[in-house]
Structures are given as C-alpha cells and as structure tokens.
Nanobody, 117 residues
C-alpha cells in the first residue's frame, strides 16, 4: 500500500520560513511525478509545486520565487522549502505523487501551515 506522510507544518510568522517533508513508502518519488497541493479554508485545493522524474520543477505563480520543491532520492523524501511566507499561504498542505503509467494519484493526510501577520 502506497503511503505518503507529511510533516513539518506549524505556526510561523509572516516573512518566516518552513520546510515540509513527505516520506513515501511503496512509491519512488524519483521515478514519478511528485508535488504539493494546498487547501485554504473556503477555497478549492490548488496546485503549489511539482517535480518530475527528470528533476524539473514547476510552481504556481503565487509561490514562484518563494517556495522550492526538492527531493532526497536516498531517503525517498519530498520537500517543500517555503520562504517569505505570507498569511495567504495558510492552508493544509498535501503531498502527492502519480505514476506516469497509471492514472491514480496518491495523497498524504495533509499538514497544517499557519502564517500569522
């Protein structure tokens, strides 16, 4: 069974930084698409960033220049380094991965990020 477990969420002041981690089992991030999504109160879940098997990263316009997605292949762990955080970044952040050959996406349970002003 594929499992994705996020960690690293918490409360941070505006302008601060936070790093989210996602540990995976039974799926290899480096062989697949892996990414982060978030859902703020009253809003739809939205794309934040992803990274493909070649290491190319894409970002939502709202986080470009502030967030960095990366992975540690040896640890099979996905990261989201968040800097210059804004209150509007407050959301539950979800780790995601999808195989190229299979139309299923796997999701973690989410981790809460709260940015105070």
């Amino acid at each position: 069974q594929v499992q994705l477990v996020e960690s690293g969420g918490g409360l941070v002041q505006a302008g601060g930084s936070l790093r989210l981690s996602c540990a995976a089992s039974r799926i290899t991030f480096s062989d697949n698409v892996a990414g982060w999504y978030r859902q703020a109160p009253g809003k739809q879940r939205e794309f934040v960033a992803d990274i493909n098997s070649d290491g190319k990263a894409d970002y939502a316009d709202s986080v470009k220049g502030r967030f960095t997605i990366s992975r540690d292949n040896a640890k099979n762990t996905l990261y989201l380094q968040m800097s210059s955080l804004k209150p509007e970044d407050t959301a539950v952040y979800y780790c995601n991965s999808k195989r190229y050959s299979w139309p299923l996406a796997y999701w973690g349970q989410g981790t809460q990020v709260t940015v105070s002003s």
